[in-house]
C-alpha cells in the first residue's frame, strides 16, 4: 500500500521509459523504522523533487538508492529484473550516480584529473593527461560549461555551481542512468542555483533519470517534473508538477489534499494531522 | 598489486570512451525533435576550439615555470646557492663540494622520497628513522657474519617493507591517525634495536663487498654512487606519483578521502601502498649509509623522520595532504643539505644549522601558502 500514483501520471509528456523502480522498501534501524513501504519508480528522461521535512525518511531512501545502506525489505527493479546494490559501486555499476552534498571532487586536483578520477584515462602505464583534458573540455562544453575558466586549474578555484556541474558533467559523460542530487542548491546563490537546474536538465535531456533531494519548494518547482512528497518515512504525495503553486505544494504536504489524493486517513501518522491541524 | 585496481576500472574507460564518441548519435532522436543543434550524425564531440579552456594550459614556458608551485623553493635555492658561493669565497661552487653534498643528501633524500609521498597521502611516518636502523643492522649483522651481501639488502628490504605494512594496516583498518601510530611503531623498534643489538656498533671490515661498493661507494672524488641512487629512486617514484593512475590516487586521497572514495579509488589499498613504499625506502636509505660508512648502529638515522619531514614541507608538500611534487621534495633535501655545507664552508658554526633550517622552513611554508594563494586561488 502506498500514496495514490494515477496511471496518466506515468504517460507524462516528454519522459522515458521506466528505469528504476522502489517498490514497497522498508528500512528500519532496530526499532526505529526511518522507512515504510515506499513505493517510487524513476523514469528517463524526467526529474524528480524529493521534499519533505527533517526526519522524512527522504535521505535514507536516497542511500538505498545509492548502494549506502540496503532496504530491510522490498525490492528494487532496474529495467524490471530486480538488483541489489551492496555497496555505492554496486550501484555506480549499474549507472547510479549520487551527487553528496559535500560534492565528491578533490579541491586538490584539476578539473581534468577530477573528472576522470577512478576511470583514469591511460597510455600504457602511464595517465593520458592530454587526453583527459581534452575529453574533459569537450564533455563540459557539450552540457553547456565551455566557458569554464580552464580544464588544468585546480576545482578550489570554482564555485559551488561550477563544481555541481562538473559532478553532473561527469554522470553525462560516463553515461549513467540515474543522477542522484543531494540538496544541489543549498550552499548556492539564485544565480548559481539557476545555473544547476540547467546542468539538471541537460543532464535529463540527454536522457537520464534526475532525482533531487531538496526542501526549498520554491526551487523545487523550478526543476522538477514530478514531485514525491515524503513525511515520518511514508511516501504521501507523487505528483505531477503541473505549475501548482507554492501553497498548494505546501498544500499537498500538510493539508487536506491528502485526502483528496486518495489516502486514507488511518495510513497517515496521528503526527501529520496534528500537524496540519495547528498549521 | 594494482593490476586489479587498474582492471577494475576498465569497464569504465571503455564505456566513457563509447559516451564520448556516441554521445551525440546515442541521443540523437530526443535531441532532434527538441533541439536540432547539435551536430550532424556521429558528431558527438565538437570542434575543440575553446579559447578559454585551453588557457591554463598555454602561455609562455617561463610563466608556466613561475606558476609552479616548487618555483619559489627553487629560487630560494638559487639565493643560498649566490650567498654561499660568494660567503665561502669560491669553494661552494665547485664540482667536489657539490658531489659531497648530493652525497650527503642522498640517504635523507631516499627517505624523503618516500616520506613525501606518504605526506601527499595525507599520512606521516615518524618509525622512518628507526625502520633506516633495524634494517640496517640486521643487514650489518648479517654481512659481517658472512652472509652473502645480497641476502643482506633483500632481508633490509624485506624488513623495511614489513614495517611500512604494519604502519599501513595499524593506521588504516584500525583506523589510528598516522601520526600516533607511527610514533608508536617508532619507540617499538627504536626499543627492538636496541635490546637485539645492545646498542653496539657493527662495522664491517674491508675487503668492502661489491654490493656495498655498488650501494655506497665512490664513484668521484667526492662523489658516491649512493647520489645516482638517490637521484634515480626520486625520478621512478616521481614518474609514478605524477603520471600513473596510483600516483593520481595518492593526491586523490590526501586531497579529499571521501572524495576519491566515491569515484571508485581503491583506498585502503593505495594507502597501505604508500606506507610500504615510504617503510622501503626508509630500510633501503639504511643500506646505503651502511655501504657508505661501513658500519652501522642504532642512534644512525634517528634524526631522519623529523629532516625528512622538512625537507618534503620546504619542498612544497602539505601537511594535511594532496599537494606536493618529486621535484619539490628533491629540492628541499638539497636545500636542507646546502645549508648544513654552506654554513661549514662559509666559515659559520655549524650550531647555527638548526637555527637557519627552522626560519627556512617557517619562510618556505609561508611562501608556499603565499604561491598557492595566487595560483590555485585557495588555501593550500
Redesign the interface.
Known amino acids: 500500500m502506498s500514496a495514490p500514483t494515477t496511471n496518466d501520471e506515468q504517460e507524462h509528456a516528454a519522459r522515458g521509459p521506466l528505469w528504476l523502480e522502489a517498490r514497497s522498501i522498508t528500512k528500519q534501524f532496530g526499532a526505529v523504522i526511518a522507512l515504510s513501504d515506499v513505493d517510487v519508480s524513476f523514469s528517463l528522461g524526467e526529474v524528480v523533487g524529493l521534499i519533505g521535512d527533517n526526519g522524512s525518511g527522504k535521505s535514507t531512501f536516497v542511500k538505498i538508492l545509492s548502494g549506502v545502506y540496503q532496504a530491510s525489505s522490498g525490492s528494487l527493479l532496474v529495467e524490471g529484473k530486480p538488483v541489489r546494490f551492496h555497496s555505492a559501486a554496486d550501484a555506480r555499476a549499474m549507472g547510479v550516480e549520487t551527487v553528496h552534498q559535500d560534492l565528491g571532487l578533490v579541491d586538490s586536483m584539476s578539473i581534468a584529473r577530477n573528472f576522470f578520477l577512478g576511470a583514469e584515462r591511460r597510455k600504457g602505464p602511464f595517465l593520458d593527461l592530454k587526453r583527459m583534458e581534452r575529453e574533459t573540455s569537450a564533455m563540459l562544453r557539450e552540457i553547456g560549461l565551455g566557458n569554464l575558466r580552464a580544464i588544468g586549474q585546480d576545482v578550489s578555484r570554482l564555485s559551488g555551481g561550477e563544481r555541481q556541474a562538473i559532478s553532473i558533467g561527469r554522470a553525462v559523460a560516463f553515461q549513467r542512468k540515474m543522477l542522484i542530487l543531494d540538496e544541489p542548491t543549498s550552499a548556492l546563490s539564485i544565480q548559481e542555483t539557476e545555473k544547476v537546474f540547467e546542468f539538471m536538465r541537460a543532464a535529463r535531456d540527454r536522457g537520464l533519470a534526475v532525482l533531487a533531494v531538496m526542501h526549498n519548494l520554491t526551487q523545487v518547482r523550478d526543476v522538477a517534473d514530478r514531485f514525491v512528497v515524503f513525511y515520518h518515512g511514508r511516501k504521501i504525495a507523487d505528483i505531477v508538477n503541473t505549475g501548482q503553486s507554492e501553497q498548494d505544494l505546501a498544500h499537498y504536504i500538510i493539508e487536506g489534499k491528502l485526502a483528496e489524493m486518495g489516502i486514507e486517513r488511518e495510513q497517515v501518522d496521528m503526527g501529520v494531522i496534528r500537524a496540519i491541524t495547528t498549521e | 598489486m594494482c593490476e586489479a585496481a ?1 582492471g577494475s ?1 576498465t ?3 571503455g ?2 570512451e ?3 564518441r556516441t ?1 551525440g548519435s ?2 540523437r532522436s ?2 532532434a525533435s ?2 536540432p543543434t547539435s551536430g550532424g550524425p556521429g558528431g558527438g ?2 570542434a ?1 576550439e ?1 579559447p ?6 598555454s602561455g609562455s614556458p617561463l610563466t608556466r615555470l613561475v606558476r609552479q608551485r616548487e618555483f619559489g623553493i627553487i629560487a630560494v635555492g638559487v639565493v643560498l646557492f649566490a650567498v654561499f658561493s660568494l660567503a665561502s669565497s669560491g669553494t661552494f661552487d665547485s664540482f667536489q663540494t657539490w658531489g659531497g653534498i648530493g652525497s650527503s643528501a642522498a640517504e635523507l633524500g631516499i627517505v624523503s622520497v618516500g616520506v613525501g609521498f606518504l605526506m601527499i597521502s595525507g599520512e606521516f611516518d615518524l618509525s622512518v628513522g628507526a625502520n633506516f636502523a633495524f634494517a640496517a643492522l640486521v643487514m650489518a649483522t648479517m654481512v659481517h657474519d658472512g652472509y652473502p651481501p645480497i641476502e643482506g639488502l633483500l632481508v633490509d628490504l624485506g624488513i623495511g617493507i614489513g614495517i611500512g605494512l604494519l604502519n599501513g594496516i595499524v593506521t588504516v583498518f584500525l583506523n589510528i591517525p598516522s601520526f600516533i601510530a607511527t610514533l608508536g611503531t617508532y619507540f617499538l623498534w627504536s626499543a627492538v634495536v636496541l635490546i637485539v643489538t645492545g646498542g653496539t656498533t657493527i662495522t664491517i671490515l674491508p675487503p668492502t663487498p661489491t654490493l656495498l661498493n655498488v650501494l655506497g661507494g665512490f664513484i668521484g672524488d667526492q662523489m658516491r654512487s649512493e647520489i645516482l641512487w638517490w637521484l634515480g629512486i626520486a625520478l621512478v617514484v616521481g ?1 609514478v606519483l605524477h ?3 596510483t ?2 590516487w595518492i ?2 586521497i ?3 578521502r ?3 572514495r ?4 581503491a583506498v585502503a589499498r593505495t594507502r597501505v601502498l604508500a606506507f610500504v613504499l615510504c617503510g622501503m625506502l626508509a630500510a633501503f636509505a639504511g643500506a646505503v649509509q651502511l655501504a657508505h660508512l661501513g658500519s652501522m648502529s642504532a642512534g644512525y638515522g634517528s634524526a631522519y623522520q623529523l629532516e625528512a619531514i622538512a625537507a618534503s614541507v620546504v619542498g612544497g608538500c ?1 601537511l594535511t595532504g ?2 606536493g611534487s618529486m621535484v619539490g621534495i628533491v629540492v628541499g633535501t638539497v636545500i636542507l643539505q646546502m645549508l648544513a655545507s654552506g654554513l661549514i664552508l662559509s666559515g659559520v658554526s655549524p650550531y647555527w644549522y638548526q637555527a637557519v633550517v627552522g626560519i627556512i622552513i617557517i619562510v618556505a611554508v609561508a611562501m608556499h601558502t603565499r604561491i598557492g594563494a595566487v595560483v ?5
Do not use: C, D, I, Q
Not at chain 2, 52 to 57: E, Q
Not at chain 2, 262 to 265: K, L, N, T
Open positions: 587498474e576500472t569497464g569504465n574507460r564505456s566513457s563509447v559516451s564520448l554521445m546515442g541521443f530526443r535531441e527538441s533541439a564531440v565538437v575543440p575553446a578559454a579552456l585551453s588557457r591554463w594550459g614518474v603520471r600513473t593512475v600516483g593520481n593526491y586523490a590526501g586531497g579529499k571521501m572524495a576519491a566515491e569515484a571508485g579509488v602539505a594532496g599537494r590555485h586561488g585557495a588555501e593550500s
